[in-house]
């Protein structure tokens, strides 16, 4: 197996890389149905069917060559070859950021950013990385959060994020619990069966709270208005399935409640300051921060005299 995979199986559970593949599927068929089915055909997203199919190709085109390039210049074979097993299962890390992307990004009538964004996805699996134990680096960053972010940034004319009223538009009644309570309870169920993220999100949720009212305190605000987005659909499929990210979050419980919070205190800093889209900085900036330290213990562990010095 390759280091890259070998790095990916850290972050889940007992290192089980069948725990793993079913976790990518599953969340694989939850984001098809949510944004294909569910999305476009029933909430009435307002990006076009093309957006997605962009992404989804592109995400997969890039993620093929950089495996094969990888691959070449390792002398080692290719991840997708030798079987339709082997080249199904490798569609799904491309797949994710694809779709969650298309749903995320709205780029009016313009395929490109929405192109850019996917490609992005997936280069930073390559240029971003850290090392993670002797000779094994990983990516650091969430793909499509870096992703995005990037996209904001290189066009901020032409590009914003989704509405939020898209994942209730279209509908009305119960539908407008039902539809965070679905998103909500498939991320449980992904977190209990496969990742063992349960300790970063609550941590993450209590420092959102935490921070919500501090702000509330010291700008003289109601109570209610900084926690009013936790009650939104965007802000549940951020949570449950942006931060808890197995491949660039912590593995320790105690590291993974300080990941959480130390997000949510940089996004409540970040809105004191009026900085716009600040979950998705916030996540990114404590992503980095994160990279730098390992890269800083690596660095220390290397050049420590040996014991028998």
């Known amino acids: 197996m390759s280091g890259f995979a070998n790095a990916t ?24 149905a949510w944004v294909l089915l569910f999305g476009h055909a029933v909430l009435g997203f307002e990006q076009s069917w093309a957006h997605p199919a ?13 495996e094969w390039a990888d691959a070449r210049a390792r002398g080692r074979p290719a991840r997708f070859a030798g079987s339709v097993a082997n080249f199904l299962n490798f569609l799904p890390t491309a797949i994710i950021p694809g779709l969650a992307l298309s749903m995320l990004v709205y780029p009016g009538e313009s395929l490109v950013p929405m192109a850019f964004a996917a490609a992005f996805a997936m280069a930073s699996k390559v240029l971003f990385r850290a090392p993670v134990a002797p000779g094994v680096t990983q990516h650091v960053f969430n793909p499509s959060n870096v992703a995005l972010v990037a996209t904001l940034l290189l066009f901020p004319n032409t590009v914003g994020l989704t509405p939020p009223y898209q994942f209730t538009e279209n509908i009305s009644g119960l539908w407008d619990w039902g539809v965070p309570i679905f998103v909500l309870m498939s991320g449980i169920v992904m977190h209990a069966r496969f990742t063992g993220r349960f300790q970063l999100v609550a941590a993450w949720i209590a420092g959102f709270l935490a921070q919500g009212q501090l702000r509330a305190y010291l700008f003289d605000i109601p109570w209610m208005v900084p926690i009013l987005p936790m009650t939104s659909a965007a802000f549940i499929i951020f949570t449950l399935y ?12 105690r590291h993974q409640v300080a990941f959480g919070l130390a997000v949510a205190a ?17 996540l990114i900036l404590v992503c980095a921060v994160r990279g730098i330290l390992l890269w800083i213990r690596a660095l220390g562990t290397r050049t420590a005299p040996s014991a028998t010095a």
């Open 54 to 66: 962009v992404a989804v190709a592109t995400a997969i085109a890039v993620q093929i060559l950089l």
């Open 9 to 32: 199986l850290r972050f889940y559970p007992q290192g089980d890389p069948g725990r793993r593949l079913a976790a990518l599927w599953y969340f694989t068929f939850l984001l098809s």
């Open 242 to 253: 942006m931060i808890p990210d197995p491949a660039t979050t912590p593995i320790k419980p």
């Open 266 to 282: 940089v996004y409540g800093v970040l809105q004191a300051l009026h900085v716009v889209f600040g979950l998705f900085f916030a």
